[in-house]
């Protein structure tokens, strides 16, 4: 069974500071990884997605893959108040799959 | 990246009965995949739909309580039939875009679901 495995927190930053969210899988096909932002009450929100060992950086977000220890992280950096959500770990294993999710990690920014 | 809507928003309904879903992308897309988020919960995976085929479920969900359609490439519909307490979910849609390289989900708002 594919297991997608989060802190869930609550993570709590201090404004400025990074961010650091970790996630591990069980699935070693696995083939593309992806992190979302879900705001209370809202549909989750596409933040990074990566399919290559090593970093990719889209302006304050860096998302880390290293499929050999079978880890993804998130780095948030300058926190704001509004990066204040949960954030989900999701992993697909093939092009056709669906998601398989973490249950998500609370992070709180505190001004 | 794709738009996805969803209709309805949100519904109160009372057991035992269906409620039908209606997810609508604005490109046409080959895979929908249908997801329900429990209360405080992440999201599960119901199915996915392929335009022409019939959906694949996953374990624990099951054509006769969540039929699906997929008429064509940018249209799918979720049932949620016979309903009960439980099925009190948000249920969400989404759809892959992209190229075979990196084909990446994106999600309608979803529908609440309340079932009393």
């Known amino acids: 069974q594919k297991e997608v495995e989060q802190n869930s927190g609550p993570l709590s930053v201090p404004e400025g500071a990074i961010a650091s969210l970790n996630c591990t899988y069980s699935d070693r096909g696995s083939q593309s990884f992806f992190w979302y932002r879900q705001y209370s009450g809202k549909s989750p929100e596409l933040i990074m997605s990566i399919y290559s060992n090593g970093d990719k950086e889209d302006g304050r977000f860096t998302a880390q893959l290293n499929k050999a220890s079978q880890y993804v992280s998130l780095l948030i950096r300058d926190s704001q108040p509004s990066d204040s959500a949960t954030y989900l770990c999701?992993?697909?294993?093939?092009?056709?799959?669906?998601?398989?999710f973490g249950k998500g990690t609370h992070l709180i920014i505190q001004p | 990246s794709a738009v996805i809507s969803q209709k309805p928003s949100r519904d109160i309904c009372q057991r035992g009965t269906s409620l039908t879903i209606q997810c609508q992308v604005d490109s046409q897309v080959t895979m929908m995949f249908w997801y329900r988020q429990q209360p405080g919960q992440s999201l599960t995976l119901i199915a996915t739909?392929?335009?022409?085929?019939?959906?694949?479920?996953e374990s624990g969900f099951v054509i006769d309580k969540f039929p699906i359609s997929r008429p064509n490439l940018t249209f799918s519909t979720l049932t949620v039939s016979n309903m009960s307490p439980e099925d009190s979910s948000i249920y969400l849609c989404?759809?892959?875009?992209?190229?075979?390289?990196?084909?990446?989900?994106?999600f309608g708002p979803g529908t609440r679901l309340l079932v009393l």
């Open positions: 989404s759809a892959d875009t992209g190229t075979s390289g990196g084909k990446t989900q994106y």
């Open positions: 739909a392929n335009q022409g085929s019939e959906a694949t479920y």
């Open positions: 999701a992993v697909k294993e093939g092009g056709a799959d669906g998601l398989t």
